[in-house]
């Protein structure tokens, strides 16, 4: 498994448009989904990656913790799913059930969400405050397989907790690291 970081899109961008369907329900999730929400969680996840498998029971439990909040969560999975059958909707889906996940799993099937994220790793998070400005992005624990620390999600969830709570977030923030997003062939971004 190829180490790969992610890009540390600079604080401060603008929420990125996306407009894509939820594996679970198969309804169209876009920003507008989570209006009147104090922040946005945005997770870039698939299947088969042993990072998002050693993280996956903080990542439900995250979405339970701040179901009923105003932290809304989307998941979008942007791997090629020719190459990697493992992270089909259909597979997608059985995931979301099998964890009870509190949030939608979406697809995107064009990269084209990916991309406009500079998402580079699964898994990645991008934190959004109420004005859909970017003010985290990074890991969420410094733990990875086969480190021995334990995943708590501290990172992340101080970063959560001071946006929900009016603070500023932390500018020491550190890259996450996970399995490359797995670009169809041909689509591979300049960044990555």
């Not at 994220?117 to 990875?144: H, I, K």
Request: with cysteine; aromatic share 8%; net charge negative.
């Amino acid at each position: 498994m190829a180490l790969t970081y992610s890009t540390m899109l600079p604080l401060g961008t603008p929420l990125p448009e996306f407009a894509l369907p939820d594996v679970v329900t198969g309804s169209l999730i876009t920003p507008e989904t989570f209006a009147g929400k104090k922040a946005l969680l945005v997770i870039f996840l698939c299947r088969h990656c042993p990072y998002v498998m050693h993280v996956k029971n903080e990542l439900a439990r995250l979405g339970r913790d701040y179901a009923g909040t105003s932290l809304g969560i989307v998941a979008i999975s942007s791997n090629d799913p020719k190459q990697y059958p493992e992270d089909r909707p259909e597979s997608l889906r059985a995931m979301a059930q099998e964890l009870g996940l509190a949030f939608p799993v979406c697809f995107d099937e064009s990269q084209e969400a990916a991309k406009a994220f500079t998402a580079a790793c699964t898994p990645d998070f991008f934190l959004f405050n109420q004005d859909r400005r970017l003010v985290y992005r990074g890991q969420l624990d410094d733990s990875r397989p086969g480190n021995g620390k334990p995943v708590t999600g501290r990172d992340l969830r101080a970063a959560i907790e001071a946006v929900l709570h009016d603070q500023p977030v932390s500018p020491i923030q550190h890259p996450s690291a996970g399995c490359s997003i797995k670009w169809k062939p041909g689509n591979e971004p300049a960044y990555g």
